[in-house]
């Protein structure tokens, strides 16, 4: 289920919750990982995290700092990154969760 979309940014339900509340956020650039990242993506990295906490308190999560939420990227094989597409996962909820 789409969470949010706009011309930089595709938001989405993950198909298996680690939480409760767990969305991915990608970018339509294609970025294989954070390994690509450079100065010439700032300002998409800024939107994506400046529009992380409002779609996480949309979605459920409850404020800080009682409440809160994980933004969690891998990166390479070694760091756990299955799809090689850079993304977001925003995961928050009441725990325990279910993995993390």
Known sequence: ???FEDEHIYAFHDIAP???IHFLMVPKLHIPSMAQITLE???LMGHLLALAPKLALEQGCRPYPEGG???LTNTGSEGGQEIHHLHFHVMGGPR???RG
Request: cysteine-free; glycine content about 0%; proline content about 13%.
């Open 18 to 20: 680690w939480a409760p």
């Open 69 to 71: 939420y994980r933004i």
């Open 41 to 43: 993506h700032s300002a």
């Open 1 to 3: 289920n789409k969470v």
């Open 96 to 98: 325990p969760w279910l």
